[in-house]
């Protein structure tokens, strides 16, 4: 299993440290994400500036001067080979319910995900405190979904708790 990791939180953001790590144990995990904080980015593509990509040594993450859908799009396009089998985006710094999904780019990141035919999970964390709590449903989920995949045509839209995890 191939699992595309990305965010609206950035390269460096804590949850999608959390996220990878936990992923590890569901299979090869390949991260790009924006090189800085893009939420509220929603489906935004860039066109008209050329899409900066580095390659994080100290990671081996990829991070992207784009948004998230950015990310996305070029990992699945150009990046990641052999391609993904699935797509993650988190986790979120917060919540992303009701009018929160239109704008959010971690949605959006697993909404390209979607229109590139991969099975896509978004995870967010309503709070800023148990990220090990969210990677570890967030794991969990992706080992399900290994054994009865999810349609390519839908997408889970995820949130956790802020507790931790014995709650």
Same mark, same amino acid.
């Given at each position: 299993?191939?699992?595309?990791?990305?965010?609206?939180?950035?390269?460096?953001?804590?949850?999608?440290?959390?996220?990878?790590?936990?992923?590890? *144990?569901?299979? =090869?995990?390949?991260?790009?994400? /924006? #090189?800085?904080?893009?939420? !509220?980015?929603? &489906?935004?593509?860039? $066109?008209?500036?050329?899409?900066?990509?580095?390659?994080?040594?100290?990671?081996?993450?990829?991070?992207?001067?784009?948004?998230?859908?950015?990310?996305?799009?070029? *990992?699945?396009? =150009?990046?990641?080979?052999?391609? /993904? #089998?699935?797509?993650?985006? !988190?986790?979120? &710094?917060?919540?992303? $319910?009701?009018?929160?999904?239109?704008?959010?780019?971690?949605?959006?990141?697993?909404?390209?995900?979607?229109?590139?035919?991969?099975?896509?999970?978004?995870?967010?964390?309503?709070?800023?405190?148990?990220?090990?709590?969210?990677?570890?449903?967030?794991?969990?989920?992706?080992?399900?979904?290994?054994?009865?995949?999810?349609?390519?045509?839908?997408?889970?839209?995820?949130?956790?708790?802020?507790?931790?995890?014995?709650?």
């Amino acid at each position: 299993m191939r699992i595309l990791v990305s965010n609206d939180d950035g390269v460096h953001a804590e949850g999608i440290g959390a996220l990878s790590e936990a992923l590890r *144990a569901c299979g =090869e995990v390949i991260v790009v994400a /924006p #090189d800085r904080n893009r939420s !509220g980015a929603s &489906h935004s593509l860039t $066109l008209e500036v050329p899409l900066r990509v580095t390659r994080l040594n100290e990671s081996g993450y990829y991070a992207v001067k784009g948004t998230p859908t950015d990310c996305v799009h070029l *990992a699945v396009n =150009e990046l990641v080979r052999p391609e /993904p #089998d699935m797509v993650v985006a !988190g986790i979120n &710094h917060g919540a992303n $319910l009701g009018d929160d999904v239109i704008y959010s780019g971690t949605v959006a990141a697993a909404t390209e995900g979607r229109h590139l035919g991969y099975p896509s999970i978004a995870i967010s964390l309503v709070g800023k405190t148990h990220f090990a709590t969210a990677a570890h449903y967030a794991a969990l989920l992706v080992k399900g979904l290994m054994k009865h995949p999810l349609p390519a045509d839908q997408i889970l839209n995820v949130n956790v708790p802020d507790l931790p995890l014995a709650q």
